[in-house]
């Protein structure tokens, strides 16, 4: 199991990282999303990545890619979907169906990978409200690589409803 010390976890994961995303302008959260400040060396996606999720999920040695990674949000496991995920990069998207759109990618020192999971406001928590702290947990199994990414951070009221795409550079 891999670790990332603390130090190193705050700069990859700043106190403001953490809003959730308006996608259809309904004035209702439909994503929960973070980012993430690359810190530690460049990170490089093979050229050679499958476009067949199945493909890809063999290459991982793994029947379902939603066996690869566990999120966990304020101690409640959510049903892990890959297919509600997106990473966007660069001004690009890229979801489960056009991953190999980043083929080739490689994200330098400095870059930074917004996450986005598409998690309506309506499936949380009875009780759950969207601004305060929250804690969330990642864990992911790849090809007998595994470790776990925790962060407590605080939403706050400014980054509720932010629109689709998020504007992060406004983030201060």
Do not use: C, W
């Amino acid at each position: 199991m891999s670790y990332i010390p603390k130090y190193i976890l705050k700069r990859m994961i700043p106190a403001n990282a953490f809003f959730t995303v308006d996608k259809n302008g309904d004035g209702k959260a439909e994503s929960i999303g973070f980012y993430i400040v690359n810190v530690i060396s460049p990170i490089s996606i093979p050229a050679d990545i499958p476009k067949d999720p199945k493909e890809l999920a063999k290459l991982a040695g793994v029947s379902d890619l939603n066996s690869l990674i566990t999120v966990t949000l304020d101690g409640i496991d959510l049903k892990f979907d890959f297919k509600k995920l997106e990473l966007l990069y660069e001004g690009k998207s890229v979801k489960m169906g056009n991953l190999a759109d980043a083929a080739g990618v490689t994200l330098p020192v400095g870059g930074i990978v917004v996450v986005l999971y598409d998690y309506p406001e309506k499936d949380y928590p009875p009780g759950t409200k969207m601004i305060g702290e929250h804690e969330l947990v990642v864990k992911y199994n790849v090809a007998g690589q595994s470790g776990d990414i925790s962060a407590k951070r605080e939403v706050t009221k400014e980054r509720t409803l932010l629109k689709y795409p998020p504007d992060i550079s406004k983030f201060k």
